[in-house]
C-alpha cells in the first residue's frame, strides 16, 4: 500500500526522519511507536503529501506522489489527529460532509451516509447538529473519525487519536476503534506514543527512534528478542508503569 | 461559489444604487473663508438672477484644488485674488500686468473679469495691547522683537508670497514659527500662545480679536485684488449669466466687503442671507434665501456623509480581501502590499485629494459635490489599511493543525480557502472591517473639503465661525454613526462566532 524508496526528511539541519525504506501492505494494521520527536508524525505526514521528503520516494498504491495527484490520493485516505482536527465554523455534520459537498454528492445521499456512520462510531445522530466547540472531546474524536472514512478510503492514517482524552473515554474509544477497524477491514497506520495501545492495535509495530526504525515486529518479537537495548529500554519502561509490572 | 457571486452583487448594489441625484446647473465654488463663500453666494444668486439654476460648492479645501476644478470643467466661476493668481496658480510664468495674466489664463480655457473694488491683501496681525506695549506699528518693527511667537496659517507657511518671502524681505529671524490651520490661530492668539499671526486686510476678525494690522512698510506684500474667474466656454453656453456676473465689476469696495464680512462672522448672519443683502443694495437683484431646519439639515447630511461611506467602504472590502489573499500567498509581494497600502494611511486628506483630482478628471469621473469620485477614492485607499493588514494576519493565525487537516482532506486550495481558510480567518478580517468602517466615518468628513457635503461641512464652517454649536451639529452625529457602525459590527461578529457550549 505504502512504499518509502530511502526516505529521508530534515528540516534545516534537524533529520525528523533518516533514510528509510519500507513497505506496508494493504489491509494490515500497523503502529508506528516512539518517543516524542522520534518522526513517527513526520512518516505519517510524508505518507500524505504534507511534507515533501528530502530524499528519497514516497509511493501509494504504487506509484510516486505527484503534487498535481495529492488531492485525488488524498481522498483515498482516511486521516484523524488528535480531537479530530475539526474545523470550529462548521457544525459537526458539516465537517464531516465537507468533502462529499465538494464532491458535489447529492443531500439525500450525504445524509444516508452520514447516518450509517453515526451508528459505526456510535455518536447520536442529534449531537450532529452541534459544533465541535460544544461536544467532548472523545465525541470530537468520533467526529473526526466519521469524517475520515465519509468516502470511504482504503486507508486510515491516525496521528495519536486518543493522546487529548481521559482514562475512561479513551479506554471506550479505543475498543470501538479496534471493533471499527476489524469489520471495515482496512489498512490502518496509527502513530502512538503507547505501548498499551500498540499492543491493542497493532498487526505490527515499528518502534522508532531517533528518526529511523529500530525495530519491527509483533509485540512478542520485540518483548522476547529487542534487537537493541533501546527497544529493551523502552518496553521496560512502560510496562513498569502498571504495579506488579515487574514481578 | 455561488453564494459568493450573490454576496457581491448584492454588496455591489449596496454601494451603488444612487438616493440622491447631483443637481444641475452653473457650478460655483469658494474657498474656506467667509470672503470668498460670500462672493460664491454672490455668483450663484446672479446666475439664478439671469435665469440659470445654480449650485454653489462652499469652502472647497484650497486654491489648487478649486482652479484644477475650474479647468477640468467641475466649476464654471468662482473668485479669487490677483496677488494668488500671480503666485500661486501662475507660479514661475512672471505674469506681471493684468493683462499678461488674463493672457496666460486664456490659454488653459479661463477667463478673468476686471477687479470687483477691494484689495485683500495679506497682512501681520498682533493683538492690540501687545502692539502697544511693545511699540510695534510696521513689519520691520518686529526685528527689533525676536522672542515674538508666530503662528501662520498653513497656506501662509507655504506660499511664495507668504512666510518664506516676508522673512527674507525683512530679515525677520523669529525665536518660533509654526504653522497652523488659519482658523485655529486666531484662537491661540486670544490664548496668548503665539503674538503674530497673518490675516487679510478685510478681514472681519480683527475687530472681533482686537488685532492691529502692522504696516507692510517695504511694499513687500502683492496687491490682491478679487476678481472673478470663470470658464472660456461659459460666454458661450451662457452669455447672459457672465453678463450677470459682470456687473460685480468695481461695485465692492472695501469698506462694503469688510462689513460683509463681519455681518457673518461677528452678527451670525448666513452667507447667502448677506450675499442677498448685498446684491440688493448693489444691484437691486432679488434672491430667495432659503432657511433650513435643524432636522432637514441632518437629515441631507446624514444621507451625503452615508453616501461617501458606502461607495468607499463597499468597494474597499471588496479589494482589500483579495489582496490580503494574495499578500498571504506571495509573502514578497505581500510585503510591498503591506507597506503600500501603510503609505496612503499617511498622507494627509487634502494632498491626496489634490492628487487622485486629475486622475479622476482623466477618467472622466466628477470630483467636486456629492458623490465625488476623489473623494469616495480617498477614502476607499485609507480603508484598505486595516482590512489587507488583518485578512492577511487572520490567515496567518490559522493553526498548522487546522491547516493539514484542511490539506489532509484532499480539497482543491479555492475551495480550502472559501470553506475552510477564509471563514477560520472571518473573525479578524471582521474586526479590519469593523476597524475601517469606524476609521472611514471619521474620514468622510473629509468630503466637505471637496464639494460632497457630509458632516464634514458644519465642521468647517464651525471651525471658520469659531462656532462650537455649528462643529457640534458635524461631530456629534458623526460620532453617532461611527458608534452606530461600530454596534453594529459588533453584532455581525456574535452571529459570525461559531457556538461554544
Known amino acids: 500500500m505504502f512504499e518509502f524508496q530511502n526516505v529521508s526528511k530534515q528540516f534545516g539541519t534537524t533529520v525528523a526522519l533518516q533514510s528509510t525504506t519500507l513497505q506496508l501492505q494493504a489491509e494490515q494494521s500497523y503502529v508506528l511507536l516512539g518517543t516524542s520527536g522520534c518522526g513517527k508524525s513526520t512518516m505519517l505526514k510524508l505518507m500524505l503529501g504534507l511534507l515533501s521528503p528530502t530524499t528519497g520516494t514516497v509511493l501509494f498504491d504504487g506509484t510516486p506522489l505527484q503534487p498535481e495527484k495529492l488531492d485525488e490520493v488524498r481522498r483515498r485516505i482516511g486521516y484523524v489527529i488528535q480531537e479530530g482536527g475539526l474545523f470550529p465554523h462548521l457544525s459537526a455534520f458539516d465537517n464531516v460532509a465537507l468533502v462529499s459537498r465538494y464532491l458535489k454528492w447529492d443531500e439525500e445521499r450525504i445524509r444516508k451516509r452520514i447516518s450509517e456512520l453515526s451508528h459505526l462510531v456510535r455518536l447520536p445522530e442529534d449531537s450532529l447538529t452541534r459544533f465541535p466547540g460544544q461536544l467532548s472531546g472523545g465525541q470530537r474524536q468520533r467526529v473526526g473519525l466519521m469524517r475520515a472514512l465519509m468516502l470511504d478510503p482504503s486507508v486510515l492514517l491516525l496521528d495519536e487519536p486518543l493522546g487529548a482524552l481521559d482514562p475512561i473515554i479513551r479506554f471506550e474509544l479505543q475498543e470501538d476503534l479496534r471493533t471499527i477497524f476489524r469489520q471495515l477491514n482496512k489498512t490502518v497506520v496509527m502513530v502512538t506514543h503507547d505501548l498499551n495501545e500498540a499492543c491493542y492495535f497493532a498487526d505490527e509495530i515499528l518502534l522508532l527512534d531517533a528518526g529511523h526504525i529500530v525495530q519491527r515486529g509483533s509485540i512478542q518479537q520485540l518483548v522476547e528478542t529487542p534487537a537493541t537495548d533501546f527497544v529493551a529500554r523502552f518496553i521496560k519502561a512502560q510496562r513498569s508503569e502498571l504495579p506488579g509490572a515487574n514481578a | ?501
Not at chain 2, 199 to 212: G, M
Not at chain 2, 258 to 280: C, H, Y
Not at chain 2, 298 to 311: G, M, T
Not at chain 2, 432 to 440: P, R
Open chain 2, 1 to 501: 461559489m455561488k453564494k459568493l457571486t450573490i454576496i457581491i452583487t448584492l454588496l455591489l448594489l449596496l454601494a451603488f444604487i444612487p438616493f440622491s441625484f447631483q443637481p444641475e446647473g452653473i457650478r460655483v465654488g469658494s474657498k474656506k473663508f467667509t470672503e470668498s463663500v460670500i462672493l460664491g453666494e454672490c455668483l450663484k444668486q446672479l446666475a439664478v438672477d439671469a435665469n440659470q439654476p445654480a449650485i454653489h460648492y462652499r469652502e472647497l479645501g484650497g486654491t489648487k484644488l478649486v482652479f484644477e476644478s475650474l479647468v477640468n470643467g467641475e466649476l464654471d466661476a468662482y473668485v479669487e485674488y490677483t496677488g494668488t493668481i500671480r503666485e500661486e496658480i501662475l507660479a514661475g510664468e512672471e505674469a506681471k500686468t493684468l493683462e499678461e495674466m488674463r493672457e496666460l489664463l486664456q490659454r488653459r480655457g479661463i477667463r478673468m473679469s476686471e477687479p470687483l473694488g477691494f484689495n485683500n491683501t495679506y497682512a501681520l496681525a498682533l493683538k492690540r495691547s501687545r502692539a502697544e506695549e511693545l511699540g510695534v506699528k510696521t513689519v520691520s518693527d518686529l526685528t527689533r522683537h525676536p522672542s515674538l511667537v508666530y503662528g501662520f496659517g498653513n497656506e501662509f507657511m507655504a506660499r511664495q508670497d507668504g512666510w518664506p518671502g516676508l522673512q527674507q524681505a525683512y530679515g525677520l529671524t523669529p525665536s518660533k514659527v509654526s504653522g497652523l490651520d488659519h482658523d485655529l490661530a486666531y484662537r491661540q492668539i486670544d490664548l496668548g500662545t503665539i503674538d503674530v499671526t497673518d490675516a487679510y486686510s478685510t478681514d472681519a476678525k480683527i475687530k472681533v480679536h482686537d488685532l492691529v494690522l502692522l504696516e507692510d512698510d517695504r511694499s513687500y506684500f502683492p496687491r490682491y485684488d478679487a476678481v472673478v474667474l470663470y470658464r472660456a466656454d461659459l460666454a458661450e453656453r451662457h452669455p447672459g449669466v457672465v453678463k450677470s456676473i459682470e456687473r460685480l465689476q468695481s461695485s465692492i469696495d472695501q469698506p462694503t466687503m469688510t462689513a460683509a464680512n463681519a455681518r457673518t462672522e461677528v452678527e451670525r448672519v448666513t452667507e447667502s442671507q448677506v450675499a442677498a443683502d448685498l446684491m440688493r443694495d448693489l444691484f437691486e437683484v432679488e434672491a430667495d434665501v432659503k432657511k433650513s431646519t435643524l432636522a432637514g439639515r441632518l437629515f441631507r447630511r446624514s444621507l451625503e456623509h452615508l453616501d461617501l461611506v458606502r461607495k468607499s467602504l463597499i468597494p474597499a472590502i471588496l479589494l482589500a480581501i483579495p489582496l490580503g489573499i494574495i499578500a498571504m500567498k506571495f509573502p514578497k509581494f505581500g510585503s510591498g502590499v503591506l507597506g503600500v497600502v501603510g503609505i496612503i494611511q499617511t498622507i494627509p486628506s487634502l494632498a491626496l485629494l489634490v492628487m487622485l483630482m486629475p486622475l479622476m478628471a482623466f477618467l472622466g469621473l466628477a470630483s467636486i459635490g456629492t458623490g465625488s469620485a476623489t473623494a469616495i477614492t480617498a477614502l476607499l485607499l485609507y480603508s484598505l489599511l486595516p482590512i489587507v493588514r488583518n485578512t492577511h494576519t487572520g490567515l496567518k493565525s490559522i493553526s498548522p493543525q487546522h491547516q493539514q487537516a484542511a490539506l489532509a482532506l484532499g480539497l482543491p486550495a479555492g475551495y480550502r480557502l472559501l470553506n475552510i481558510e477564509l471563514p477560520l480567518a472571518s473573525r479578524s478580517i471582521l474586526a479590519g472591517i469593523k476597524t475601517a468602517a469606524v476609521m472611514n466615518v471619521g474620514f468622510a468628513t473629509l468630503g466637505a473639503l471637496i464639494g460632497a457635503g457630509g458632516f464634514g461641512q458644519p465642521i468647517i464652517t464651525g471651525i471658520r465661525l469659531n462656532d462650537t454649536g455649528l462643529i457640534l451639529e458635524g461631530a456629534i452625529p458623526a460620532a453617532l454613526m461611527a458608534v452606530v457602525v461600530q454596534f453594529g459590527f459588533d453584532a455581525i461578529e456574535k452571529l459570525n462566532s461559531p457556538p461554544e457550549k
